[in-house]
């Protein structure tokens, strides 16, 4: 039966092919498990759903599309519902960990174990272009960055005529952007390590092959997910798997050019390496200050191609280094798809970074008030530290298995004082404690659930003066005190600007410029 069922999912590479009667479970009940429930009742499969608990209106919605739902712990045997379904394949949403008993039970019981990203990808062929061409598929990947890097490269991309749809862990879900009737030429994919770990699971006759990829960075994440680095950086590495035409990968960060050494890639794909140097003949990089290609361009042995300038990334706000960086990648990846050089610069002149990285919420009274509270992991936050001196750290929440202590030693030369929150106190103080004993810590206390943003904002400005910047940049998750890292950067902002009405003072003077 086993084998029966392997040789029809060998046939399942379209969504023209017969899904019919499929017989699947989906673990997981949110915007990703409903969207792989949704897509196969179309297809035709018989699908159950499998959640510890159901979101009232996605409960509401599958009945009305056909799909099954059962509720309850999952910890435990196998439930009897999904036994009686006996699966044929099972579809796994990326917050179920490798050692979920769920996907322990479908491992030995050899039950064909997908991702949502796979499912995608064999049936991006329901829309197709003039030539029968389904869209292309950039993969981004990184510890830091990915979200921006989408969204710049999708908007380098439209820059260049392309339509690109954004998708993955942002915009929209990949499975609604293959069925988007308008159809796409380009989906520039955001992928975290748990959809990649999955995807290293393909053993279908036609695996995911995208366009190009990138690997952004590689930090300390995810490890109580992944169970070690080791495992978190090979989940990481299949985004490279199969690539056709670029490997881009960060040549400040050697763990991404291994990545692209060891990687199984179509025969003919280029490595395209990028930084804030000076680039060799296949990379991207930064020439006195001009963002230069020198990999897409028929002279790359003798000369480059101009992008931008620093001057005029400062201008707009996007000057942090680490913003450079992603900016370089995302070029890469657009010009891989052949977008202009002069798309690109004045693509970049118009845009904008989302909401809680690096964002300025005021400056008022000498004092720039920072949220970055997407720096969810110590690498993020290292990125927003290092772009700023005489910092009022705001630091804190759910560490998830990483140690922040490299992160206080190599930073705490640009700190003037850290006002420490979260769950996770003890070991954010100890590291001060031990790294950094000259700046001073403040705490708020974590059970402060309601009010902990104003009491940060009232310690802060008890101790900021002109020059200062207070930076909320927590290397943590936010799940502790907050519903979402955009709650807390939304808290923090209120904080702020209530604190500075009740001062009488205004929200807009002029801010410092990150350091080089």
Not at 455 to 479: H, Y
Request: aromatic share 6%; hydrophobic share 45%.
């Amino acid at each position: 039966m086993i084998e029966a069922s392997k040789a029809r999912l060998d046939t399942l590479t379209s969504w023209h092919a017969d899904w019919r009667g499929l017989r699947v479970v989906v673990l997981g009940l949110s915007v990703t498990g409903f969207s792989v429930a949704d897509t196969l009742a179309e297809l035709g499969a018989e699908v159950l759903v499998v959640s510890e608990r159901a979101d009232e209106e996605y409960a509401r919605l599958l009945p009305l599309i056909g799909v099954s739902l059962w509720t309850g712990a999952l910890d435990g045997p196998t439930p009897d519902a999904v036994l009686a379904h006996a699966p044929e394949l099972i579809v796994a949403s990326p917050g179920f960990a490798p050692t979920h008993p769920m996907v322990s039970w479908a491992r030995a019981q050899n039950i064909a174990l997908w991702g949502d990203i796979e499912l995608a990808w064999r049936v991006r062929d329901k829309v197709v272009d003039a030539a029968g061409r389904p869209a292309e598929w950039l993969l981004i990947t990184g510890t830091n960055g990915k979200t921006t890097t989408t969204q710049l490269t999708a908007h380098l991309l439209a820059a260049g005529g392309l339509r690109a749809g954004p998708g993955g862990d942002i915009g929209v879900p990949v499975r609604d952007a293959v069925r988007d009737p308008g159809g796409f030429d380009v989906l520039v994919v955001e992928l975290s390590s748990h959809q990649l770990w999955y995807l290293g699971l393909q053993s279908g006759p036609q695996p995911v092959s995208p366009h190009s990829s990138v690997c952004l960075n590689l930090a300390d994440d995810h490890l109580e997910w992944h169970g070690s680095f080791e495992a978190y950086r090979d989940a990481k590495a299949h985004v490279y798997d199969h690539t056709r035409v670029a490997c881009v990968y960060n040549k400040a960060d050697l763990a991404t050019r291994s990545m692209v050494e060891d990687a199984d890639v179509v025969e003919g794909a280029r490595a395209v390496g990028f930084d804030l140097g000076v680039p060799g003949p296949s990379d991207l990089g930064v020439v006195e200050g001009i963002l230069v290609d020198r990999a897409f361009h028929d002279d790359r042995h003798h000369s480059a191609l101009e992008l931008a300038t620093a001057a005029e990334l400062a201008a707009v706000g996007l000057s942090a280094p680490h913003m450079v960086a992603n900016i370089l990648a995302a070029s890469a990846l657009a010009r891989s798809l052949g977008v202009a050089p002069e798309a690109i610069h004045d693509a970049l002149l118009n845009f904008t970074v989302d909401p809680h990285r690096i964002e300025v919420v005021a400056v008022s009274g000498g004092v720039t008030w920072i949220d970055d509270s997407k720096a969810t992991n110590p690498h993020a936050a290292a990125a927003s530290l290092g772009a700023y001196r005489d910092v009022i750290w705001v630091v804190g929440g759910l560490l998830k298995g990483v140690d922040i202590s490299e992160l206080v030693a190599s930073r705490a030369s640009r700190l003037r004082a850290a006002v420490v929150i979260g769950v996770d106190r003890a070991a954010v103080l100890a590291a001060f404690e031990r790294h950094a004993p000259s700046v001073p810590v403040l705490e708020v206390m974590h059970d402060q659930t309601e009010n902990v943003m104003a009491r940060v904002v009232e310690l802060a400005q008890g101790i900021a003066r002109d020059g200062d910047v207070v930076l909320l940049a927590p290397a943590a998750a936010s799940f502790d005190q907050f519903e979402s890292y955009s709650a807390r950067g939304r808290l923090f902002a209120e904080a702020v600007r209530n604190m500075i009405d009740d001062a009488g003072g205004t929200h807009g003077e002029e801010r410092p410029h990150p350091d080089a």
